[in-house]
C-alpha cells in the first residue's frame, strides 16, 4: 500500500512504524483536529512536531495611525507567544520588551503593500512585448473585475509590469483583506491570465514568474515592499541602557555600524539587521504563519541614532507577509497564541499582528546589540542553552 491509500493518521503512522521499525508516540500525540488538518493544513499526516512556546513582555505599543502622527497615540501592553527551540532567544527578547516598556514603548506604524503574484508572459517581440504592456495599463478595471469573480475578499490594487525582449513580467498587487492571501491571489491570477490570453492572445507561461517574488530574497521586495510594511521605534533613556541592559548608547551605536551596516554591506547581505529572522520565525510558528515568508520578513533594516547619551533605535520591515484568517492560524494552538494577542481574525487584526511583530523584532534587535556591545552573548547562550555560565 501507499501513504495515500491510508485514511486516518494513525493508520498512516503505524504504517511508517512498521516499515522503518520505529515508535512514533511522541508524534501521534497531539491536540490537532485530524479531520480539518488533514483537509487543510497537512497532506499525508502522521501526527505533529511539538516546539516549546514562551511568553516575551509585556512591551509597550503606541500605535500611530495614518494620518494622526505624533497626535494621540493609542498604547496597549502586550504579553507576546514565541515558539522556538533556541535556548536564550526568549529571554533576549523579554528583556528587549522590558527595556522598551521602561523607555516609554514602541511606536510603531503599518503601511499595507499588497499580497502580490508575477506571472510570466511570452510574445512574438519587442514591439508586441511592449504592446502589451500598454493594453495591460488600459484595462486595469477589466483585470481587477476577473479577480472578484474568484472571491468577494479580494481587490486588486495596482500593476507592475516589465519587459525582457519577448518576455513580460506582471507583477499583481491584491489586497487579500485579513488574510495572508497567497493562494486566494494564486486563483484570482490565474483568472486575470486566462481573459488576458483570450483577449491578446499572448500566452501565459507561469502564474509564478518568480516576479512576485515569493518567498526568495530580493532587492524587489525590500524596494518596492510585499504584504505589509512596518515600522517601529523607540527612544532608550541612559538609565535603562545602564540598569537594564548593562551597557551604553555608544557602545550599542558602534555595534551596530560595525555589525548591521558595514558588516552587512561587504557581505552583500539582503538585511541590514542584527537577527530579524530569529523574531519572526518564533512570532509565526506560534500564530500559524507561513515559514517560508521568513525569508521575506527578514530582509529589512535597523538604524540606531546617538541622541546625547540616549538611543535612538528603529526597525523597518519592508515585505512582512501576515494573515489572521486561514491556513495555520486555524489551527487549536495557533488560535490560542493569537487570542494572547486579542486576535480573533476581525477586521484590522493582521495590521495588528504586522504592528507586534515590529515591536518585538525591535525587543530582539536591542537586547542583541547590547548583548554583543558588553560582550555577554557566549555567556548568555552557555548559561541559558547549555545549562552553564562561562567564567
Known amino acids: ?225 510585499r504584504g505589509r510594511r512596518v515600522w517601529a521605534e523607540a527612544v532608550i533613556p541612559q538609565k535603562v541602557l545602564k540598569e537594564t541592559l548593562k551597557t551604553t548608547a555608544t557602545s550599542i551605536y558602534d555595534v551596530w555600524l560595525g555589525k548591521c551596516l558595514l558588516g552587512s554591506a561587504i557581505s552583500g547581505s539582503l538585511g541590514f539587521n542584527a537577527h530579524f529572522a530569529n523574531m519572526i520565525s518564533a512570532l509565526f510558528l506560534a500564530t500559524g504563519q507561513d515559514l517560508a515568508h521568513i525569508v521575506e520578513g527578514s530582509a529589512g533594516i535597523t538604524t540606531t541614532e546617538l541622541i546625547d547619551s540616549n538611543l535612538y533605535i528603529s526597525v523597518y520591515l519592508p515585505s512582512l507577509m501576515v494573515g489572521t484568517i486561514g491556513g495555520g492560524t486555524t489551527l487549536a494552538t495557533q488560535k490560542e497564541s493569537l487570542s494572547i494577542l486579542g486576535i480573533k481574525g476581525e477586521k484590522g487584526d493582521t495590521d495588528k499582528l504586522a504592528k507586534i511583530c515590529a515591536g518585538v523584532v525591535l525587543a530582539g534587535e536591542l537586547s542583541l546589540l547590547a548583548s554583543l556591545s558588553e560582550g555577554s552573548l557566549a555567556k548568555a547562550h552557555a548559561h541559558l542553552a547549555q545549562g552553564k555560565l562561562l567564567k
Open 1 to 225: 500500500m501507499k501513504l495515500k491509500d491510508f485514511k486516518s493518521v494513525k493508520d498512516r503512522r503505524v504504517f511508517i512504524e512498521k516499515k522503518l521499525s520505529l515508535s512514533l508516540d511522541n508524534i501521534g500525540s497531539f491536540t490537532i483536529d485530524e479531520a480539518k488538518a488533514t483537509s487543510r493544513n497537512c497532506e499525508n499526516m502522521i501526527g505533529a512536531a511539538q516546539i516549546p512556546l514562551g511568553i516575551a513582555g509585556p512591551i509597550k505599543i503606541k500605535n500611530l495611525p495614518a494620518g494622526e502622527a505624533g497626535l494621540k497615540l493609542k498604547i496597549k501592553n502586550y504579553y507576546v507567544p514565541l515558539a522556538t527551540t533556541e535556548g536564550a532567544l526568549i529571554a533576549s527578547v523579554n528583556r528587549g520588551c522590558k527595556a522598551i516598556t521602561e523607555s516609554g514603548g514602541a511606536s510603531v506604524f503599518v503601511e499595507e503593500v499588497g499580497t502580490t503574484r508575477g506571472p510570466v508572459f511570452k510574445t512574438e517581440g519587442l514591439r508586441q512585448s511592449l504592446e502589451f504592456k500598454t493594453w495591460l495599463d488600459q484595462h486595469f478595471n477589466d483585470l481587477n473585475h476577473q479577480s472578484k469573480k474568484t472571491s468577494s475578499h479580494i481587490n486588486l490594487r495596482k500593476i507592475d509590469t516589465r519587459v525582457v525582449g519577448k518576455y513580460v513580467y506582471v507583477r499583481f498587487y491584491f489586497d487579500t483583506e485579513e488574510a495572508m492571501g497567497m493562494n486566494m491571489v494564486t486563483i484570482a491570477t490565474t483568472s486575470i491570465n486566462q481573459f488576458i490570453e483570450s483577449e491578446t492572445g499572448v500566452r501565459c507561461l507561469s502564474v509564478a514568474g518568480n516576479f512576485d517574488i515569493d518567498k526568495k530574497p530580493a532587492w524587489l521586495n525590500i524596494i518596492s515592499g
